[in-house]
């Protein structure tokens, strides 16, 4: 590094153990002897001096002398509380191998075992008796600089249902992937649990569960709370930007909708993950050769998330020249009643676009007409899909009948199993392979093993959400965005659609490599930047001010210097 590249030095107030102890500004046995002079840290660090280099193989050495995925997610939160700069250096020097270990699958136990290992505090954790305080909370000078929080109230944690305050492993999680592969300043995040009870008997019983101890708080008193919340934050940081995350099904859709047109904010289930099955799934048209609008779509699991990204594929559909009425029609949704028909006097609002009308299922062959509905497998066979989605949580409910069937009509059927984690995935790429006889192209919610084909190992690509809420953020801090539009998802699905050089070989490859996430992120970053400024949700700038911007936004995991503050 020359010398002008060198970041400049940090005035520091903090000496000692105070120091050390500090996250933000702990570099460990890197300190070099005249900081250990200025800050009273000989006795306090051993005698040897090492680098980035040193501490990150030792790191890693201990990472990987352990063969549980939570010993080595705890020992990655141990690091991250003590030494950040440290932390997002090995995350970013090893992505592949540390973001199944700080996000999911992993995190998905973290959140489930979050009480019995709770040692340092992150975070606000903002519990329903407190709510009269919520201002004097957020109030604490040491959130002065907050531009990023991640919310969650822990009722839905990936397909785990209610962990209550354990939900709290989910922002931290997420805000590390906002540092990792975007380059969000940590010092700038928030993760924020908002406790309001939890109705999962086993944490009540629990007598280390450290959360509020009380069913969960519903209806008018739940939403006051919520609403206190969010006004408390647009009072505190008006341009800050707000992800909500893992909220249940009944909440999450609603909440976005009351509070989007209030700041810049957006729910990452619903958008990010629509945004990210449609950019797969425009690669895997790309490489099939085929047109977006070319394709039938079956969406297993049509709830908040599953309907998101049907909306989201049917506004890409309507840019590409269908009708919003031709596009619907290219979807068939199930939930748990069978398929969605618009005889159903249950449909929820945001089912309603997607349901079939009966007329145009009377001539189908129903294998069984049972009081369940119509199933997965009478849709495949009668529409004769070319993409069978899902996000049900349901293990193995793409079963080997449903999978021949699928490959039965199409010559290369795209399969995409998106729920998590792996215990929830509707099917593992193996079976998916075996039953369509090598034929189709998948991609995964959850990370898998690579598959062997005729004495060839192929990687199964998974289209993990940090694919877009990363560069999706990068992008509206860089135009300091004052709300989140639907257009700048599509907008980030179509960039992440071109992202990779597609083929179809194996299983397919339709995702850029885990490693090249970061820049994964910058590319959607200058979409949405332009995005945003194209449909005047920020202030106008020139073409050629995106990239500093975008820049000037980038934090860099490097040891700095540190000058004494003045006494």
């Known amino acids: 590094m020359s010398k002008k590249d060198q970041p400049e030095a940090v005035t520091v107030d903090k000496d000692s153990v105070d120091l050390l102890t500090d996250p933000l500004l702990n570099k460990g046995t890197a300190f070099p002897d005249d900081e250990r002079d200025a800050f009273s840290l000989h006795g306090l660090l051993p005698p040897h001096h090492g680098d980035m280099d040193d501490q990150i193989e030792r790191r ?5 002398a352990v063969n549980d995925d939570l010993q080595k997610y705890l020992q990655l939160r141990s690091l991250q509380d003590s030494n950040e700069t440290l932390f ?4 970013e020097r090893n992505l592949e191998e540390m973001l199944p270990l700080v996000y999911t699958p992993t995190v998905g136990r973290g959140c489930q075992e979050f009480s019995h290992h709770f040692q340092h505090p992150r975070g606000l954790f903002v519990s ?3 709510r009269d305080r919520i201002d004097d909370m957020l109030a604490h000078s040491r959130f002065d600089n907050v531009r990023v929080i991640v919310v969650s109230d822990g009722e839905r944690i990936l397909g785990l249902g209610d962990q209550g305050a354990g939900g709290m492993g989910i922002p931290i999680g997420k805000l590390s992937l906002y540092t990792g592969c975007a380059g969000i300043d940590p ?4 993760p924020v649990l908002l406790d309001t009870g939890t109705d999962n008997q086993e944490l009540l019983d629990d007598p280390l569960y450290i959360g509020w101890r009380h069913e969960r708080v519903r209806g008018d008193d739940y939403d006051e709370f919520v609403d206190a919340f969010v006004a408390a934050v647009k009072k505190r940081w008006p341009h800050v930007l707000l992800q909500f995350e893992d909220f249940a099904q009944r909440n999450a859709l609603r909440l976005l909708e009351r509070y989007r047109d209030d700041l810049c904010t957006f729910n990452d289930d619903i958008q990010g993950t629509a945004a990210v099955a449609a950019g797969t799934l425009l690669a895997a048209a790309r490489a099939t050769g085929n047109k977006l609008t070319d394709q039938t779509i079956v969406i297993f699991g049509a709830g908040s998330a599953g309907c998101g990204i049907a909306r989201l594929i049917v506004a890409l559909m309507v840019e590409d020249g269908l009708s919003e009425d031709e596009a619907r029609q290219r979807f068939y949704a199930i939930d748990k009643p069978g398929l969605l ?18 007329d145009d299922l009377s001539d189908w062959e129903i294998a069984d007409d049972s009081e369940d ?5 009478d849709v495949v066979k009668n529409a004769h899909p070319t993409v069978l989605l899902g996000v049900s949580g349901q293990q193995n409910a793409f079963d080997e009948e449903v999978l021949k069937a699928m490959a039965e009509h199409v010559e290369r059927p795209i399969i995409m199993p998106l729920s998590n984690p792996v215990d929830n995935c509707e099917a593992t790429p193996e079976n998916v392979l ?10 995964t919610g959850s990370p898998f093993d690579p598959v062997q084909i005729d004495g060839t190992q192929y990687t199964v690509d998974q289209t993990n959400n940090s694919y877009i809420f990363p560069g999706v953020g990068l992008g509206l801090l860089a135009v300091k965005a004052r709300y989140v539009s639907d257009g700048l998802f599509t907008a980030a699905a179509r960039a992440l659609g071109d992202a990779a050089d597609v083929n179809t070989d194996g299983p397919g490859h339709l995702l850029p490599p885990i490693n090249e996430l970061r820049d994964v992120a910058a590319t959607i970053a200058r979409v949405v930047a332009l995005k945003a400024r194209g449909e005047n949700l920020c202030e106008s700038f020139a073409d050629d001010a995106l990239e500093q911007m975008i820049d000037d936004c980038r934090w860099r995991p490097v040891y700095r210097a540190y000058r004494r503050a003045s006494a």
């Not at 890693?60 to 990987?64: E, I, K, M, T």
């Not at 010092?187 to 928030?190: M, N, P, S, V």
Request: charged residues 25%; proline residues 4%.
């Open 128 to 130: 329903y008796p407190i």
């Open 341 to 358: 028909v618009d005889d159903n006097d249950d449909l929820k609002d945001f089912q309603k676009p997607f349901a079939r009308a009966q």
């Open 373 to 377: 509905g119509i199933q997965l497998i």
């Open 434 to 443: 075996d039953a369509t006889d090598g034929k189709a192209l998948i991609c």
């Open 60 to 64: 890693l050495s201990s990472v990987r």
């Open 187 to 190: 010092a700038t995040t928030l």
């Open 88 to 91: 997002y250096a090995l995350v």
